[in-house]
C-alpha cells in the first residue's frame, strides 16, 4: 500500500483521492476540511502560507500537484502555482519520493492559427496564466525528485456546463475561419493521473511531460451545432463576442495513448451526450 499526498482535492483532485483510496493510503489536501474515511484523510493547509504546510505526512511516495486558482489573476497564479509549488517542495525536502506529478494546462502554448501541438513543440505563451503555469513547470524541473507534468486542455464534465449553456442560449461561432478546440472529460483526467501513478508505484519509466487530450480536436463551430441538434429547442443564435480570444490550436496525445492510456470519452459527442442525458435531454 502506497502512501500519496494530494494537493488540491477538488474536483479532479478530490475524485482521484477517493478513486486511490480503494488500494492505497491518501492524503487530501486542501483549504478546507473533510470527513476522513479508513484510507482517505484530509489535511486542511493553504500551499501559499508555508506555516500550513509544516505537518504533511511523511515516508510519501507520490504527490500530486492538482491546485486550482480561486483568483484568475497573474499574482492569483503566481501565488498558488509558482509559490504554491515552491512551498510544498520545501515542506517535502527530507522525504524521498518515486515521482512528484503537477496538473497543467495546455494554455502553456502560444499557437493561435490552428497548428498542430504536442509535448516537443515551442511554449511562449503570451498570456499571464500560461506563463505562470510554464514557469511552475519549470521549478518542478529543477527540484531534486523525478517529476512529471500534464498538460491538460479544456476540461468539461459534470458540474462544467458553461458550453451547453451557450448552445441552449444560441451561442455561434461561423465555420470559416475555422477556430480549433480540444477538451477532456474530468473522468478522464483523473484516469490519466491514475495511470500515471500506476506507472510511478511499479517503477515503470515515465516523460517528464504528457499533453493530455481526447481523440478529436474539433472546431467550436461543429461543437456548438452538434450541442444545439442535441438539445433541440434553444434560443435564436447569436455571435459569440468571446471567439477571437479563445486558443485555436489542435493538440495530439500520441505520448498518452503509447503509455497505455484508453480514453473513457475518446471525444466531445460521448463525452457531451452523457452530460446531456444526466441533464434531462433525451
Given amino acids: 500500500m502506497a502512501r500519496i ?59 500530486i500537484y492538482s491546485v486550482a ?10 501565488d498558488y502555482y509558482v509559490n504554491g509549488v515552491r512551498h510544498v517542495l520545501q515542506a517535502l525536502a527530507d522525504q524521498r519520493l518515486r515521482r512528484f506529478i503537477f496538473v497543467s494546462s495546455s494554455s502553456v502554448y502560444h499557437q493561435m492559427d490552428g497548428e498542430w501541438v504536442d509535448e516537443t513543440s515551442a511554449t511562449a505563451p503570451h ?17 531534486r525528485f523525478e517529476s512529471t507534468a500534464v498538460r491538460f486542455t479544456g476540461i468539461y464534465g459534470p458540474g462544467r456546463n458553461r458550453l451547453i449553456e451557450q448552445a441552449r442560449h444560441g451561442g455561434h461561432c461561423d465555420p470559416e475561419p475555422p477556430v480549433w478546440t480540444n477538451r477532456i472529460h474530468r473522468d478522464d483526467c483523473v484516469g490519466v493521473l491514475a495511470l500515471l501513478c500506476e506507472k510511478a508505484l511499479a517503477g515503470e519509466p515515465l516523460e517528464t ?74
Fill in 69 to 78: 486558482s480561486p483568483v484568475f489573476s497573474k499574482e492569483g497564479y503566481h
Fill in 209 to 282: 511531460l504528457y499533453l493530455a487530450t481526447d481523440d478529436e480536436p474539433a472546431t467550436l463551430f461543429d461543437v456548438l451545432e452538434w450541442l444545439k441538434d442535441r438539445i433541440a429547442e434553444v434560443d435564436p443564435d447569436h455571435d459569440m463576442p468571446e471567439v477571437t480570444r479563445r486558443a485555436n490550436r489542435r493538440c495530439r496525445n500520441d505520448r498518452l495513448k503509447a503509455l497505455g492510456y484508453v480514453f473513457r470519452f475518446s471525444n466531445y459527442r460521448e463525452g457531451y451526450d452523457v452530460m446531456l442525458n444526466e441533464l434531462g435531454y433525451e
Fill in 127 to 143: 498570456s499571464f496564466a500560461g506563463k505562470e503555469l510554464l514557469q511552475a513547470e519549470q521549478v518542478l524541473q529543477d527540484s
Fill in 5 to 63: 499526498l494530494i494537493v488540491g482535492a477538488g474536483d479532479v483532485g478530490g475524485t482521484l483521492a477517493m478513486q486511490l483510496a480503494q488500494h492505497h493510503q491518501v492524503w487530501g489536501l486542501r483549504r478546507s476540511g473533510g470527513a476522513n474515511s479508513a484510507n482517505l484523510q484530509w489535511l486542511q493547509a493553504d500551499v501559499t502560507d508555508p506555516e500550513t504546510l509544516q505537518e504533511l505526512p511523511t515516508d510519501l511516495d507520490l504527490v
